[in-house]
């Protein structure tokens, strides 16, 4: 069905992918401000071939046109830089993306947040789907194939000018469509406060068929919690036709990205953390189902509970001080004695019940962009946010923790 997307997401080891020595159809082409066409025969034709036009400027409020392609065709690559990359200009900028002609975006996502910067840094990282290799410019691997045409917008949703961007959109003109080629897709979302007890939607029903690909996820914890673990709550998927419980559910936020105990700044090819900022309640992780694919034949939605966790005399403390908060689980250290407070109906006060780390629903600023594939070029998903929600409470990087808890940074 799509095993054609899924090969070109993971292919073999090098050692045993025949694509590597074997012809293939479709002819290259890279569009960028030396050739914005892509034309044969096209590129570098202005100054005499002498780096005449790398750059492009986008006016405040202004869009520009990275590539319009005509005809069927993969994406295999994207790369570009901006002279401006502060947080504001990082959730300004919007990157959309239309296949085939339609009228709506299937993918419109901040371009900051859409390469894993949705904390206000761009950090130096190397994933399998999305890249930054010295925290200085973006990199997209995720194959993006198209039937009739591709077009390629960036967007600037600010008030300031953005000076210099540079780009390259790198694809293949193909003779005909990649049979059974599934639409690539990105949504992203915002809650300043999610609402307690309810879970953050990664990604909202989507009807069709197809594959998710996976999250990037940013978390501004509330500063109400202190230095409490905000990270407790599972991910959901809901598969098919499933309502009220996920047909696939994992035991906790860390847990999913394939850590545990805690979280600290890590990058992974599927899975990691590039921003883990606790002084600065600055987070932003991902997990690629790329090695383990979430297909769906009929519609999907993904959740992340907003659970937190601390011992409990801290819980009874918060309570006491009016923190937002409702207890769900008292855990004592083993099985044996693990106290359901939701399902028992009693208070984390009542006698009797043990002491441990308690699990607490709790409300924070959390925003993600979901990758998935979709059978149609549009979803029924809403459109993105305005500007003025997309940037309005950002927690840049303070002077005294500026790359703290990054990669490669102390």
Same mark, same amino acid.
């Given at each position: 069905?799509?095993?054609?997307?899924?090969?070109?997401?993971? *292919?073999?080891?090098?050692?045993?992918? =025949?694509?590597?020595?074997?012809?293939? #159809?479709?002819?290259?082409?890279?569009?960028?401000?030396?050739?914005?066409? &892509?034309?044969?025969?096209?590129?570098?034709?202005?100054? #005499?071939?002498?780096?005449?036009?790398?750059?492009?400027?986008?006016?405040?409020?202004?869009?520009?046109?990275?590539? +319009?392609?005509?005809?069927?065709?993969?994406?295999?690559?994207?790369?570009?830089?901006?002279?401006?990359?502060?947080?504001?200009?990082?959730?300004?900028?919007?990157?959309?993306?239309?296949?085939?002609?339609?009228?709506?975006?299937?993918?419109?996502?901040?371009?900051?947040?859409?390469?894993?910067?949705?904390?206000? =840094?761009?950090?130096?990282?190397?994933?399998?789907?999305?890249?930054?290799?010295?925290?200085?410019?973006?990199?997209?691997?995720?194959?993006?194939?198209?039937?009739?045409?591709?077009?390629?917008?960036?967007?600037?949703?600010?008030?300031? #000018?953005?000076?210099?961007?540079?780009?390259?959109?790198?694809?293949?003109?193909?003779?005909?469509?990649?049979?059974?080629?599934?639409?690539?897709? &990105?949504?992203?979302?915002?809650?300043?406060?999610?609402?307690?007890?309810?879970?953050?939607?990664?990604?909202?029903?989507?009807?069709?068929?197809?594959?998710?690909?996976?999250?990037?996820?940013?978390?501004?914890?509330?500063?109400?919690?202190?230095?409490?673990?905000?990270?407790?709550? #599972?991910?959901?998927?809901?598969?098919?036709?499933?309502?009220?419980?996920?047909?696939? &559910?994992?035991?906790?936020?860390?847990?999913?990205?394939?850590?545990?105990?805690?979280?600290?700044?890590?990058?992974?090819?599927?899975?990691?953390? *590039?921003?883990?900022?606790?002084?600065?309640?600055?987070?932003?992780?991902?997990?690629?189902?790329?090695?383990?694919?979430?297909?769906?034949?009929?519609?999907?939605?993904?959740?992340?509970?907003?659970?937190?966790?601390?011992?409990?005399?801290?819980?009874?403390?918060?309570?006491?001080?009016?923190?937002?908060?409702?207890?769900?689980?008292? +855990?004592?250290?083993?099985?044996?004695?693990?106290?359901?407070?939701?399902?028992?109906?009693?208070?984390?006060?009542?006698?009797?019940?043990?002491?441990?780390?308690?699990?607490?629903?709790?409300? +924070?600023?959390?925003?993600?962009?979901?990758?998935?594939?979709?059978?149609? *070029?549009?979803?029924?998903? *809403?459109?993105? &946010?305005?500007?003025?929600?997309?940037?309005?409470?950002?927690?840049?990087?303070?002077?005294?923790?500026?790359?703290?808890?990054?990669?490669?940074?102390?």
């Amino acid at each position: 069905m799509a095993s054609a997307i899924a090969m070109m997401i993971a *292919p073999p080891a090098i050692a045993q992918d =025949a694509s590597l020595y074997s012809w293939q #159809e479709g002819a290259p082409r890279w569009a960028s401000p030396e050739n914005p066409d &892509a034309a044969k025969g096209r590129g570098a034709i202005e100054n #005499e071939g002498a780096k005449g036009h790398a750059f492009d400027t986008i006016p405040a409020k202004g869009s520009l046109v990275l590539a +319009d392609i005509r005809g069927p065709g993969l994406i295999d690559r994207m790369w570009m830089t901006i002279n401006d990359r502060s947080p504001e200009m990082l959730r300004s900028l919007r990157l959309d993306i239309y296949w085939d002609g339609a009228n709506e975006p299937a993918v419109s996502a901040p371009l900051g947040d859409f390469f894993a910067a949705g904390a206000g =840094a761009l950090v130096p990282m190397e994933t399998a789907l999305v890249a930054s290799p010295e925290g200085r410019s973006f990199v997209s691997y995720i194959p993006m194939p198209f039937a009739k045409s591709a077009r390629v917008v960036v967007s600037n949703d600010s008030d300031e #000018e953005l000076s210099l961007i540079f780009y390259d959109i790198d694809y293949r003109a193909m003779p005909q469509p990649i049979p059974d080629a599934l639409y690539f897709h &990105a949504y992203w979302s915002r809650e300043r406060a999610t609402e307690l007890g309810r879970a953050f939607a990664v990604l909202p029903k989507v009807t069709g068929r197809g594959r998710f690909l996976g999250s990037i996820i940013t978390t501004l914890t509330d500063p109400a919690y202190g230095k409490s673990w905000w990270g407790e709550g #599972e991910a959901k998927v809901f598969l098919d036709g499933d309502i009220d419980h996920p047909t696939l &559910a994992n035991t906790g936020t860390e847990d999913y990205i394939g850590t545990a105990w805690g979280q600290g700044a890590y990058v992974g090819r599927f899975q990691g953390s *590039p921003v883990a900022d606790e002084p600065h309640g600055r987070w932003t992780y991902y997990r690629f189902h790329v090695p383990d694919p979430i297909y769906f034949l009929n519609d999907i939605r993904v959740d992340m509970q907003q659970i937190g966790g601390a011992p409990k005399q801290d819980v009874i403390a918060m309570i006491e001080k009016g923190v937002k908060l409702t207890p769900v689980t008292i +855990d004592p250290g083993r099985r044996p004695g693990f106290a359901q407070l939701l399902a028992s109906g009693k208070a984390v006060t009542d006698p009797g019940l043990p002491d441990g780390w308690t699990n607490f629903y709790r409300s +924070d600023d959390v925003s993600a962009v979901a990758f998935f594939y979709l059978d149609r *070029p549009v979803s029924d998903l *809403p459109p993105i &946010a305005p500007v003025a929600a997309r940037t309005a409470a950002l927690r840049p990087p303070q002077k005294d923790g500026e790359g703290a808890g990054e990669p490669g940074n102390p």
